[in-house]
């Protein structure tokens, strides 16, 4: 089993910026990908991107490119998710995921990932 926390979500102005972070602990070493996902109030959970634990290879949805950043620290076995640019349509729960090989679906999906943390808020005001 792996377990995640998130952190770092809180209320910010439009155009800010914020780090969220997402720390693993138990059988990290099976982790094959983390992935941020989000989920706005009455909308669908969405992918936001992923990274691959050993080759570092990062996977970033078009509706946040050029603003999110997502890294990596195996050492601390965390993830980070750099957000600038921040307007009041990122408002949403930010969830941390994690999963491991084989794959049951693809990077985007939320169904492809086993472990999953309780979530970051994050309130952007205009």
């Known amino acids: 089993q792996v377990q995640l926390v998130e952190s770092g979500g809180r209320l910010v102005q439009d155009g800010a910026s914020l780090r969220l972070s997402c720390a693993a602990s138990?059988?990290?070493?099976?982790?094959?990908?983390t992935g941020w996902f989000r989920q706005a109030p009455g909308k669908e959970r969405e992918f936001v991107a992923a990274?691959?634990?050993?080759?570092?290879?990062?996977y970033v949805s078009d509706s946040v490119k050029g603003r999110f950043t997502i890294s990596r620290d195996n050492a601390k076995n965390t993830v980070y998710l750099q957000m600038s640019s921040l307007n009041p349509e990122d408002t949403a729960d930010y969830y941390c995921?994690?999963?491991?090989?084989?794959?049951?679906?693809?990077?985007?999906?939320?169904?492809?990932?086993?472990?999953w943390g309780r979530g970051t808020q994050v309130t952007v005001s205009s």
């Open positions: 990274i691959l634990t050993r080759s570092g290879d990062t």
């Open positions: 138990g059988r990290t070493g099976t982790t094959y990908i």
């Open positions: 995921a994690a999963a491991r090989i084989p794959l049951s679906g693809s990077y985007f999906a939320a169904t492809t990932y086993d472990y």
